[in-house]
């Protein structure tokens, strides 16, 4: 019998192997493919590309303070210097985003009032957040808060382009709650959201170094899984698939495809809909709730070209509003938001897909991106190499009363002692959510043992 097992080799299964190991215990985590999860970097011929996520957001310190205890903190890497960084693309024509945006809510009256992203209406309806009353208590729909905030305009042409390139599906159905609580917060406690976010950000002294927001490293995110799949060495079994799970009077049985496992403890960091399928059998009270967590898609395609032969692009990257008839979420200039992902003359453009759109073949993905490209840039050189990464129903949707089936997950987990949940399904879909998530699980684990 094991310490503790851990079914998933994600990044939050690797975290959660990781604190397990570094705590004396006797661990094994179980992953049918390959590590990583969505987390997929590949190098060849000079190039570094991302086929999933491409950053970590430097104020939330948890992934960057693991890379640091595993000897990574030489290999961070900041952004690129770039002004603007990112540009939007609405009513046919790029605009840069506002300076000063505290998550999509403005922070700086000045560049809301000189931004051409918004009509004049526009702006008046924005600055009527200043005079609103505050909303209802509870949860609701992230679009409709923006909206009733600050008007369809910031959420047609700001919010729902930002907040789709970073959760992808249907921003407008992201619970608040879940997806930015914090939004909510600065309404219960400054009654305005503009007003909220200038006095947060004057408090807040983001760390910035090198100019940077985001980091990742200099062999990409992979350097990050890499080093976690090494310090756990035969801890970390691959190629294992789970069939099922029975308890114990002092713990679990795995059944795996290369036989049982008996455990002291249990991790499950798979999807909500696979973890549900596995906690059946041992009667789990919310399993509703497990199977009420949807998923969509999501999918990226990056291309090389001849960098002398490319048309001009701006900053690091663009997002497209909806209704602008483009395929893609947005696209990222790779060569030019990181340093050393390419080789010299080379440039790299990813594009993002997430939804219906996601769900294509990689060659019609290929043709989609492409056709995206060149509406927005015209001619381009040949395509030299492309890679393409697909995650099909991959990402978890916080939509609204996420909160409460997470609550109603964390309270059947107790008729389970040494039985836990982790992961992006829950309380954080990024990396460094996912990596605290993992983490944090463990230690509670312990703590209740």
């Known amino acids: 019998m094991v310490d503790l097992a851990v079914v998933g080799g994600g990044m939050a299964g690797l975290a959660a192997g990781y604190e397990a190991k570094r705590r004396g215990l006797d661990v094994l985590v179980l992953e049918a493919a390959r590590p990583g999860g969505k987390v997929r970097t590949i190098r060849e011929a000079g190039f570094v590309v991302e086929t999933g996520p491409d950053a970590v957001v430097r104020y939330k310190p948890w992934a960057l303070a693991l890379a640091k205890e595993l000897g990574l903190e030489g290999e961070i890497v900041g952004t690129l210097p770039a002004k603007p960084a990112a540009l939007i693309y609405t009513g046919g024509r790029a605009h840069p985003l506002p300076e000063g945006l505290n998550v999509v809510i403005p922070s700086r009256l000045g560049p809301l009032v000189r931004t051409p992203l918004l009509s004049p209406l526009g ?5 009527l957040d200043l005079l609103l009353p505050r909303g209802p208590g509870g949860d609701e729909a992230f679009g409709s808060f923006i909206k009733r905030r600050l008007g369809r305009e910031v959420w047609d042409r700001l919010a729902a382009p930002l907040t789709g390139g970073i959760y992808g599906g249907d921003p407008e159905e992201l619970s608040l709650l879940a997806a930015f609580p914090q939004l909510k917060k600065l309404e219960e406690e400054h009654r305005s959201l503009i007003l909220g976010s200038l006095r947060a950000m004057r408090k807040r002294r983001v760390s910035r170094e090198k100019g940077s927001l985001f980091a990742s490293f200099k062999g990409g995110l992979g350097a990050l899984t890499d080093a976690l799949a090494r310090v756990l060495g035969d801890a970390l079994k691959t190629g294992v698939k ?3 799970i029975e308890a114990l009077s002092s713990g679990y049985r795995v059944r795996t495809s290369e036989g049982p496992i008996e455990t002291r403890l249990l991790v499950l960091t798979t999807p909500a809909p696979k973890t549900a399928e596995l906690l059946h059998p041992l009667g789990f009270a919310a399993l509703d709730a497990l199977f009420e ?4 898609s999501a999918a990226t395609v990056t291309f090389a070209f001849n960098k002398a032969k490319m048309p001009p692009r701006v900053g690091h990257g663009i997002l497209f509003s909806r209704g602008e008839g483009f395929s893609a979420r947005g696209f990222t ?8 992902r390419a080789p010299e003359g080379m440039a790299l453009a990813r594009a993002y897909f997430s939804g219906i759109e ?7 993905l290929k043709v989609l991106a492409l056709s995206d490209l060149k509406r927005l840039l015209g001619e381009l050189p040949p395509v030299l190499r492309a890679w393409v990464g697909r995650f099909e129903k991959g990402m978890p949707a916080y939509t609204v009363g996420h909160t409460e089936r997470v609550k109603k997950i964390e309270e059947a987990e107790k008729a389970f002692p040494g039985l836990a949940l982790a992961g992006a399904a829950y309380r954080g879909v990024g990396i460094p959510e996912v990596v605290r998530d993992g983490r944090e699980t463990v230690k509670q684990l312990l703590a209740a043992t």
């Open 293 to 296: 967590i949807p998923y969509h």
């Open 333 to 340: 200039w790779l060569d030019q938001k990181w340093p050393h």
């Open 242 to 244: 789970v069939e099922g």
């Open 123 to 127: 702006k008046l309806r924005a600055a």
């Open 358 to 364: 996601a769900e294509a073949e990689p060659e019609e």
